[in-house]
């Protein structure tokens, strides 16, 4: 035992000889038997297994040796360092002294490939986060913050306003909290404004638009104050807006021109829109100068479409009218700024074009140019039509001169709408005859039969010209060849029907109205001219039962209803009458003939009083005619109220001092009353009887024949008689339908040079009906059948 015990050397000489005796105890078989694992794998498989990997070391390698104190040690070299292939520190020996950086052997000994690193299993979960310090709980109000104030914006988006303010609100009242908890936990400079400034600015908005004014100005105020947010000075411009919707014109200018202040030149959009509201403000003040001031400059330098059509208001205003034409001429040379329409029209067959323009000709982009152009030509048909009967002599001469105005500019189009509302014009002031233009008309209907004498539109046209030249006989020629031409054609048949009954031809008028109906089943037109024609037959009940269907296509038409209660009545069933000419009345109330039989038909009654808002709603639609307010008079001293009466008449001789019938009943109550104003009443009654006496000869003598010298006796001598009859005499006797009154067919003209009412007959006193003439129902009739013609002859 003692041969394998080494002393350490007692001098510190080097020994030249020594280690020639060592060798490696892995080959020492004296030991084997007391090696453990040499024993076990022996015994068992356990040495066929395959090298473990270098962090486990193998039996060989790490196999201590024995010493002879029974200690092991690690087997070393000769020269003190490790074996080759031992474990050192953790880490093992490589096999040789060279190897590339960042490789060791010890990471393949014993292991599969794995550079991702799998081996080591998944990465460790991170460190949760600490919900409760107070920057965690910062966050998560600052996020809570933002989304109330996305979910005002999207309320407001939507209408729901109430929601929207409640949103803002909350989240006011968080973002308070939220400064709070960061002066608490970090310095005042890391406080977030901007999130402040959208909280406020959403605030006042949302009281703005649900018109909480007082608390949005509260609002803004707060923010225009505070130095540290930038540009909040043109938050000034909607205090204006709200100061505006107020109607405080003064400070809404005041603020609007704070905001102008405090916006640098370089934002011109922004200063120009400001200008435009400042315009608009002056306007709405009346102070028109300033106005035009403002929207002169902004025509200037970016003229668009509202600053030009206000300036054409601003002008219009102060009546200048050579400022109105120049700004009219500004106004249609404002740009569009938009595409022409051949961009969306293909130029070729090409399938990738054809997607391509498919795609866009409907797009977002197109529909705004459509709504940009949409609002041009609104803006200049307005204006036209507002400063036409102004700017020159005449109505014609003015929208002649804004026709070609737009005929010269990139509206060409607009041109013929303006004729159109020309003519339209002409039609509701009744001028018809600006428009009848038949040479021109017969000339253009001409060429179009020439161009194509197959064309049942060209037919019917030249018919209609014929038809307006009064040659029926033609007209219905042309109108048959355009049905021989196509029989479905319409426009052809109803005229046929309009020219036969010119003819007196009723039969086949009739016959033609009939087929048109069974076309066109629910044509009020139609229906209207076969219950016409069956009346001119005579034949009423047939007129009443297809007025009766017409009322069922068209129940509001007053024309029909008048109709119906004037067949009824002249069939003598009054209240039948009555209705219908009670729902004409009601449908349109300013029918003078349907008031007129209805405070006929109360007179009639014995309910006067009723009689009474009729003819006071006469009066008010034709007031220089003064036998409805005299009809006013008699009904109250017809009911017994003299006081309101002899009012009434006083009135009236006012307003009408030379009206002889007035006077006479004034002279009557005054009497009947024993009022001292009779003697004065009476002294201007002979007065103007002698001044009538005096005008009656001067006619009489400057006439040379004596038929009309004597018809105005006989008519002097009728109203007299009418005049002399007593007020209260129990036998007088009640007109149904009034129409022996003078004048009731005549147009509104307070110019008139008519006589006013010097025959008129007290309607309490007895007279003779006047029916009307059949000439002047067919006259009416024709006038109706006129409007139906021109109409439907109108070409597509």
């Not at 460190?127 to 005002?152: G, M």
């Not at 014109?249 to 603020?255: E, R």
């Not at 001219?529 to 129940?555: F, G, H, K, R, T």
């Amino acid at each position: 035992m003692m041969q394998n015990v080494h002393l350490a050397p007692e001098t510190d000489e080097d020994d030249l000889y020594s280690g020639y005796n060592d060798y490696n105890p892995t080959y020492d078989t004296e030991e084997l038997e007391n090696d453990t694992a040499f024993q076990q794998a022996v015994r068992t498989n356990h040495g066929r297994r395959p090298p473990i990997t270098a962090k486990i070391p193998s039996t060989a390698v790490t196999r201590p040796v024995a010493t002879g104190y029974g200690s092991k040690t690690s087997l070393t070299s000769s020269m003190g360092r490790p074996v080759t292939g031992a474990i050192q520190d953790g880490v093992t020996r490589p096999m040789t002294a060279v190897r590339a950086a960042g490789f060791t052997k010890a990471a393949l000994r014993g292991s599969a490939f794995d550079p991702l690193g799998q081996s080591r299993g998944p990465a460790p979960p991170l460190e949760a986060k600490n919900e409760d310090s107070p920057e965690e709980k910062i966050r998560q109000l600052e996020k809570k913050v933002n989304e109330l104030v996305e979910e005002s914006c999207i309320a407001n988006t939507c209408g729901d306003l109430k929601l929207a303010l409640e949103k803002a609100k909350d989240a006011g009242r968080k973002e308070r909290v939220l400064v709070r908890q960061r002066e608490q936990v970090t310095t005042p400079e890391n406080i977030n404004l901007d999130l402040t400034y959208s909280v406020l600015f959403n605030l006042a908005s949302q009281y703005s638009a649900n018109e909480m004014y007082a608390e949005a100005l509260n609002t803004y105020q707060v923010i225009v104050k505070n130095k540290m947010f930038i540009n909040a000075g043109r938050l000034k411009v909607n205090m204006g807006n709200i100061y505006l919707k107020q109607r405080n014109y003064s400070k809404a200018i005041k603020f609007y021109r704070m905001a102008l202040d405090q916006i640098p030149s370089v934002h011109k959009e922004m200063r120009i829109k400001i200008m435009q509201n400042i315009g608009v403000t002056f306007i709405k003040t009346g102070q028109y100068s300033d106005a035009i001031n403002s929207f002169e400059h902004i025509m200037s330098m970016a003229p668009n479409l509202k600053a030009g059509f206000n300036l054409i208001l601003s002008y219009f205003a102060v009546g200048d009218r050579e400022k109105m034409k120049k700004a009219f001429q500004k106004l249609i040379a404002v740009p569009l700024e938009i595409d022409e329409d051949d961009k969306y029209i293909s130029p070729s067959d090409d399938p990738h074009t054809n997607l391509v323009i498919e795609a866009i000709k409907n797009d977002h982009l197109r529909q705004m140019e459509r709504e940009r152009k949409a609002m041009a030509e609104k803006y200049i048909m307005t204006a036209a039509k507002l400063i036409a009967p102004v700017i020159e002599t005449s109505f014609a001469v003015g929208y002649d001169w804004c026709v070609e105005v737009v005929k010269a500019s990139q509206y060409v189009e607009l041109a013929n709408d303006l004729e159109i509302n020309k003519a339209i014009t002409y039609l509701r002031q009744k001028d018809f005859n600006q428009e009848n233009d038949f040479a021109q008309a017969s000339s253009y209907a001409d060429l179009a039969v020439n161009s194509d004498r197959y064309n049942p539109s060209a037919l019917t046209n030249k018919g209609n010209t014929v038809f307006a030249n009064g040659d029926y006989e033609k007209a219905a020629e042309f109108y048959k060849e355009a049905l021989r031409n196509d029989s479905s054609c319409t426009e052809a048949l109803y005229n046929i029907g309009l020219t036969y009954k010119k003819l007196n031809r009723l039969d086949e008028a009739l016959d033609c109205f009939l087929k048109l109906h069974a076309i066109l089943r629910n044509s009020a037109q139609v229906l209207y001219q076969i219950a016409n024609v069956y009346e001119l037959m005579e034949d009423p009940n047939q007129a009443i039962e297809w007025l009766m269907q017409l009322i069922s296509v068209v129940p509001t038409d007053s024309r029909a209803l008048s109709k119906l209660g004037e067949l009824y009545d002249s069939e003598g069933d009054k209240s039948q009458a009555f209705q219908y000419y009670y729902e004409s009345y009601r449908y349109f109330p300013s029918n003078i003939e349907v008031i007129e039989w209805l405070g006929a038909y109360y007179i009639d009654t014995q309910f006067c009083e009723k009689a009474i808002q009729y003819f006071e709603r006469a009066a008010l639609i034709q007031p220089t005619q003064v036998k409805w307010q005299l009809m006013v008079a008699s009904c109250f001293r017809r009911s017994g109220n003299y006081q309101k009466a002899l009012d009434t008449y006083k009135d009236i001789h006012r307003k009408f001092p030379e009206n002889v019938e007035c006077l006479r009943f004034l002279v009557r109550l005054c009497t009947d009353i024993g009022l001292k104003e009779v003697q004065e009443y009476a002294t201007k009654l002979k007065r103007l009887e002698k001044m009538k006496e005096i005008k009656e000869q001067r006619i009489k003598s400057g006439r040379d024949g004596p038929g009309g010298s004597r018809g105005k006796r006989e008519g002097s001598a009728g109203s007299d008689s009418g005049q002399n009859c007593s007020a209260n005499s129990k036998g007088e006797q009640l007109s149904a339908k009034l129409r022996a009154l003078p004048g009731t067919n005549e147009p509104y003209e307070s110019s008139s040079h008519k006589e006013i009412d010097a025959s008129y007959v007290d309607p309490l006193g007895p007279q003779v009906e006047r029916p009307k003439t059949a000439a002047k129902k067919r006259l009416e009739e024709d006038d109706f059948a006129d409007e139906e013609l021109g109409d439907d002859l109108l070409p597509e």
